[in-house]
């Protein structure tokens, strides 16, 4: 039964066991309890009224929800690090603040990471296939022959706590690491990676692990001309959707030009472009890169402390603003 004497929250999606049952004995809260995301009809509906809403990647907030919500809105917590499914500058107009998730799926995402590049410059994912179609095959000195990691130059696109973790996990690859960010990191975060421009960080990179978040400023930051510039038979390894345009990326497959290539999560979820699709060295995965049980409630858990402290009268804990 609805305790009208509480805040009311909305929580968009089922989230981890035992997370969003923290809200309960301070909140007022409606869960939509799917798998799958409210139909944005819904979705307006349902956040009328409320002072918390805890959203996922799938849930638009912009000037339409807003004011669907209307004034007694307080917080919108993303379960996600990244907030581009947020018009942070329209929740700043209205003095509404904004919170996602960081830190607490570092290590899964660089985990999953390092599983993709693996498995794309391994071949992985054609060998699983080749035994599970049923067809005969034979181990040959030449068959299914993958690249070698040990000395191969990684570079990193965008270089906060996910590539700071993946250029960690390089050590044990004696791989040497380079980065691009838009600010070079300080000496004592950049230990001995090094900061490039651009454009020379793709001529020298084999392998690419792209890791910096989808804004307007990096929507298919990676195009045909940047994925010309990576080295023949380089492999890319994308965990942010819209970064790297997938269409060129799998025209850069079909030619030969990379030699391999792995996308975690993609730009129109749930569709995949069926160009991409159809190359057997390309390794894909649905979005995984924090689906541990650990993590995605930590996750959860992030989100419901950053609703709890502003309904409590405080500041998010992780507060995104605009810029």
């Known amino acids: 039964m609805s305790d009208k004497h509480l805040p009311p929250v909305l929580v968009t999606r089922r989230l981890a066991p035992g997370v969003t049952e923290r809200l309960a004995p301070s909140c007022d809260v409606t869960l939509h309890d799917e798998v799958r995301p409210m139909e944005r009809a819904a979705l307006l509906k349902a956040v009328h009224g409320r002072a918390a809403v805890i959203t996922t990647l799938d849930d638009v907030v912009d000037d339409e ?3 669907a919500a209307g004034p007694s809105l307080r917080i919108v917590a993303n379960h996600a690090v990244g907030t581009h499914n947020i018009d942070l500058a329209a929740c700043a107009a209205r003095g509404v603040p904004v919170s996602n998730t960081p830190g607490v799926l570092t290590a899964a995402t660089a985990d999953m990471a390092w599983a993709l590049l693996l498995a794309a ?3 992985l994912g054609e060998g699983e296939r080749l035994l599970r179609s049923g067809q005969p095959w034979a181990w040959a000195p030449t068959f299914l022959l993958g690249m070698e990691l040990a000395g191969a130059p990684l570079g990193i696109l965008g270089m906060g706590r996910i590539g700071q973790a993946v250029a960690r ?20 975060l950049e230990g001995d990676s090094r900061w490039l421009p651009l454009d020379e960080l793709l001529a020298g990179s084999a392998v690419l692990v792209v890791t910096c978040p989808l804004s307007a400023g990096t929507r298919h930051l990676l195009d045909a001309r940047r994925l010309a510039l ?4 380089a492999v890319v390894v994308s965990m942010t959707a819209g970064v790297v345009d997938e269409r060129a990326l799998a025209a850069a497959l079909e ?6 290539a792995a996308v975690d999560n993609f730009e129109h979820e749930p569709a995949v ?5 159809a190359q057997e060295r390309a390794v894909l995965a649905p979005h995984l890169g924090s689906a541990t049980v650990g993590t ?17 009268g405080g500041a998010p804990l992780t507060p995104v603003t605009a810029g």
Do not use: I
Request: aromatic fraction near 6%; glycine fraction near 8%.
């Open 273 to 277: 472009p069926a160009e991409l699709l």
């Open 255 to 260: 030619s030969g030009a990379l030699s391999a």
């Open 169 to 188: 996990r390089a050590a044990g690859f004696d791989m040497p690491v380079s980065y691009h960010n838009r600010t070079r990191l300080p000496a004592d």
């Open 230 to 233: 990576l080295p023949a038979g």
């Open 296 to 312: 995605r409630r930590a996750m959860g858990g992030l989100a419901v402390d950053n609703v709890l402290a502003v309904l409590a």
């Open 65 to 67: 929800f807003l004011d």
């Open 121 to 123: 410059t391994r071949r």
